[in-house]
């Protein structure tokens, strides 16, 4: 006849803590955004104007806009500056 372990409290424990992480990184994964992907930005404006939108169209995108519109990721996007 074997004899089993009693049940301790050691392992409840470790066991609350292993489910309570799964659950933790379930819930951030459902959370948070799958992939969010740096963007590259091309200033053709010399305006100091800000629609809400840097668009790729000839003297659409302000350096204003382009900072404004990077700084909403936290991803290491890029600006480019057209020479006019």
Known sequence: MTTQRPFTTSMTTSMTRRL???LLALALGL???ASAS???FVVNSNADTSDGMCEDLP???TL???ME???VNTE???LYCLQQ
């Open 31 to 33: 959370i948070l955004p």
């Open 64 to 66: 204003r806009e382009a």
């Open 20 to 22: 309570g992480g799964a």
């Open 76 to 78: 290491s996007d890029t």
């Open 59 to 61: 003297g659409d995108c």
């Open 38 to 40: 740096a963007a590259d």
């Open 69 to 71: 519109e990077a700084n």
